[in-house]
């Protein structure tokens, strides 16, 4: 299985700020990385697909990148709305496996 | 609107069975897949397995094969998912989830808790 490393585990930012979420994988997975938002009691939301490809109604703040084993997710603008926590996930090799996740909290 | 909507909370001993149900609507069940994915309580994802609604082939992850089975009944377009054998760190909540063809997931359930205490 293919290890996943996801890092901060914890950020605390304000409105406004810009945040990134690092994913680092154990071995390469092209562009096979998905980043999921889970907000507290909800099931998780599809953000990103493709490393890069912003699922169909996510705000635009939001953003991926990279390939191979390094990937980051942006939100250039934080809003009072994404105080959440982040996954990334690979489908690059059997079985599909998550990172730890990223709380963002308000500072 | 895509949904898929799942069975209530179920509370079971060890040692015992739970089927979870998860209805879909809103696109052609068929054409797609569905996951079941777990979270324990304050923990991460767990994927658990995949089934194809087309042809019901199914994939389990390795720590769950033997107690796990996931089905689908095409004429309700409803997937479930039995674990057996539950134990005490079962405790979790199960989500179904779609797919199309590679395994990253669009929509999901809302999520059944499942409790596993004596």
């Known amino acids: 299985a293919i290890w996943m490393t996801q890092s901060p585990s914890l950020l605390s930012a304000s409105t406004g700020d810009r945040v990134t979420i690092s994913c680092r994988m154990s071995?390469?997975?092209?562009?096979?990385l998905a980043w999921y938002q889970q907000k507290p009691g909800k099931a998780p939301e599809l953000l990103i697909y493709?490393?890069?490809t912003l699922q169909s109604g996510v705000p635009s703040r939001f953003s991926g990148s990279g390939s191979g084993t390094d990937f980051t997710l942006t939100i250039s603008c934080l809003q009072s709305e994404d105080f959440a926590t982040y996954y990334c996930?690979?489908?690059?090799?059997?079985?599909?496996?998550f990172g730890g996740g990223t709380k963002v909290e308000i500072k | 609107q895509v949904q898929l909507v799942q069975s209530g909370a179920e509370v079971k001993k060890p040692g015992a069975s739970v089927k979870v149900s998860c209805k879909a609507s809103?696109?052609?069940?068929?054409?797609?897949?569905i996951s079941w994915v777990r979270q324990a309580p304050g923990q991460g994802l767990e994927w658990m397995g995949w089934?194809?609604?087309?042809?019901?082939?199914?994939n389990y992850a390795q720590k769950l094969q033997g107690r796990v089975t996931m089905t689908t009944d095409t004429s309700t377009s409803t997937a479930y998912m039995e674990l057996r054998s539950l134990r005490s760190d079962d405790t979790a909540v199960y989500y179904c989830?779609?797919?199309?063809?590679?395994?990253?997931?669009?929509?999901w359930g809302q999520g059944t808790l499942v409790t596993v205490s004596s």
């Open positions: 089934i194809s609604a087309y042809n019901g082939n199914t």
């Open positions: 996930q690979q489908y690059y090799s059997f079985p599909p496996t």
């Open positions: 989830a779609r797919y199309f063809d590679w395994l990253f997931f669009d929509y």
């Open positions: 071995q390469g997975i092209s562009s096979y």
């Open positions: 809103g696109y052609t069940f068929t054409s797609y897949g």
């Open positions: 493709a490393a890069s």
